[in-house]
Nanobody, 123 residues
Framework: QVQLVESGGGMVQPGGSLNVSCAAT????????MGWYRQAPGKQRELVAT???????NYEESVRGRFAISRDIPKNVVHLQMNSLKPEDSAVYFC?????????????????WGQGTQVIVSS
């Protein structure tokens, strides 16, 4: 299977920056899409940013121009640099991968989520 280890996050003042990273390990053949979603209290989980294997990116409109996603494809790591943070960015950020896994000498596609890392933007 896949293990997703998230790091980074924490608390920062408005206007500050944070970086979150996620490393995927396991029976990975290849990762199609890696990215981040977030969920604030009382709200649905929403896409923040994703990057495909071909480096196509997709950003939620409110973070465009402030957040930057990047991938280290050989290492199966995704980073999210968050700048100019606002209180409304506060949420639990979840790593997401769309993976092809090696299963019984075959490959199977599946989606996986990390445990989440807290980001709090407050003065």
């Amino acid at each position: 299977q896949v293990q997703l280890v998230e790091s980074g996050g924490g608390m920062v003042q408005p206007g500050g920056s944070l970086n979150v990273s996620c490393a995927a390990t396991g029976n990975i053949y290849t990762l199609e899409t890696m990215g981040w979603y977030r969920q604030a209290p009382g709200k649905q989980r929403e896409l923040v940013a994703t990057m495909s294997r071909s480096a196509r990116t997709n950003y939620e409109e409110s973070v465009r121009g402030r957040f930057a996603i990047s991938r280290d494809i050989p290492k199966n790591v995704v980073h999210l640099q968050m700048n100019s943070l606002k209180p409304e960015d506060s949420a639990v950020y979840f790593c997401y991968v769309d993976a092809w896994l090696i299963v019984n000498r075959d490959v199977e596609r599946s989606e996986h989520w990390g445990q989440g890392t807290q980001v709090i933007v407050s003065s």
